[in-house]
């Protein structure tokens, strides 16, 4: 989502009175790339682009193609193919073994259909949307947007093909897809890229101690909306925080009230006070979060639980499910940025719905381009030979 962020704020800093742009925009990968579908890059004429569709090997020949479009006006679907160990078109030996389809379309400020303005539109709706860039290999006929609650936008497809796709934009919010199909459109052959885009990961951060201001720096990195909270005002002063988005003092029996929780937020307590940590839990356990951090060891979340149970608090496994104590993914973490690491690499994971492991043990492609990762990691905990050679 930071791309995407620094897509939006570069398309509002030019001058298109001196300059011309265009937005390219992977929307097919068979095989392997370093990129999945829904890669963007928005490029201009001086040579200057923000984002990528690529780790840097294609980039190069893309801004050529693009300068074509920005001329013509007119939208095309270049095809890389990095199978060949030396590509003679790109003039280097990519080894990626994919091929890549990118669409590259104009961007004209005054045009309704502006790729980057629907773009805005979407991501600043707060809520999982599906867009459908419908394309031919020489042009794109237009694109649409289905809301969550069931709502259509239209921009430049007829009735008909609209109607036409319609059922995989609603399979794509069930299954989480991201694809490209082939449709009939009276006696053309289309393809429309079908993507689930989700709203950016907010994470609120329960305490504010000096192990959370890397948790928060991290967050920011990522491009995701930071909110720290606490009882205690001099814990959450902005030098301590510069570059979160909000700064909250509030008690803890008003949490539930004052602070939104939505399946869009990841909530980590941290406060190192047990009494504090206990009661935002109980507040927070029944909301809509799929992720509950806590940060101590695991008696200490155990306490909790059987305090709840004294209180006749029952917990579902869902709602167990969810909370990870102790916090964090096993990557040996000591110090605060170690942990930071540790706990921003869970929630993503989470998000992800990957489980952190080595990608090396991983059987299917790296990037899921065909439906809702499932897959659980085959977890390796690496003995020294010396303990190898006491189990023989």
């Known amino acids: 989502?930071?791309?995407?962020?620094?897509?939006?704020?570069?398309?509002?800093?030019?001058?298109?009175?001196?300059?011309?742009?265009?937005?390219?925009?992977?929307?097919?990968?068979?095989?392997?790339?370093?990129?999945?579908?829904?890669?963007?890059?928005?490029?201009?004429?001086?040579?200057?682009?923000?984002?990528?569709?690529?780790?840097?090997?294609?980039?190069?020949?893309?801004?050529?193609?693009?300068?074509?479009?920005?001329?013509?006006?007119?939208?095309?679907t270049i095809t890389y193919d990095?199978?060949?160990?030396?590509?003679?078109n790109l003039g280097i030996g990519l080894g990626c073994n994919g091929v890549i389809d990118v669409l590259i379309e104009p961007v004209d400020p005054d045009d309704d259909c502006n790729p980057v303005k629907i773009f805005e539109t979407i991501t600043a709706n707060q809520q999982p949307v599906v867009l459908a860039t419908i394309f031919s290999p020489d042009h794109a006929i237009g694109k649409v947007v289905l809301f969550e609650n069931g709502v259509m936008s239209n921009h430049g497809v007829t009735p008909e093909l609209e109607k036409t796709i319609k059922f995989d934009l609603e399979k794509a919010f069930e299954n989480e897809t991201c694809e490209t199909k082939a449709y009939q459109h009276g006696n053309d052959r289309v393809e429309a890229h079908i993507e689930l885009i989700q709203p950016v990961i907010r994470v609120i951060i329960f305490g504010g101690g000096f192990d959370a201001r890397p948790v928060s720096q991290l967050a920011k990195t990522l491009g995701w909306n930071v909110v720290v909270t606490d009882e205690c005002v001099a814990h959450i002063a902005p030098v301590f925080f510069p570059d979160a988005d909000k700064l909250s003092l509030c008690h803890r029996e008003f949490i539930d009230r004052e602070i939104n929780v939505d399946r869009y937020t990841a909530c980590i307590l941290m406060s190192h006070n047990y009494d504090y940590d206990r009661d935002v839990l109980k507040k927070i356990v029944f909301s809509e979060t799929p992720y509950i951090g806590i940060l101590g060891p695991r008696k200490r979340f155990e306490k909790m639980l059987g305090e709840f149970s004294r209180d006749r608090i029952q917990l579902t496994r869902a709602q167990l499910h969810k909370i990870h104590s102790p916090i964090g993914l096993?990557?040996?973490?000591?110090?605060?940025?170690?942990?930071?690491?540790?706990?921003?690499?869970?929630?993503?994971s989470k998000f992800a719905s990957r489980s952190g492991g080595f990608l090396k043990y991983r059987n299917g492609p790296i990037h899921q381009r065909d439906g809702k990762a499932e897959e659980v990691f085959k977890q390796v905990y690496l003995a020294d030979e010396s303990r190898k050679s006491a189990n023989i």
């Open 82 to 88: 990095t199978r060949e160990e030396s590509n003679q």
């Open 1 to 76: 989502m930071k791309e995407q962020k620094n897509i939006l704020s570069a398309y509002d800093l030019i001058d298109f009175t001196q300059r011309k742009a265009a937005l390219a925009t992977v929307v097919r990968v068979r095989g392997s790339s370093y990129r999945s579908p829904g890669a963007r890059m928005l490029i201009t004429d001086d040579g200057k682009w923000v984002g990528s569709i690529s780790g840097g090997c294609l980039e190069g020949d893309a801004l050529r193609k693009a300068r074509q479009v920005m001329n013509s006006q007119k939208p095309t």
């Open 330 to 348: 096993d990557i040996g973490a000591e110090t605060p940025d170690e942990i930071a690491l540790s706990i921003i690499a869970e929630i993503q």
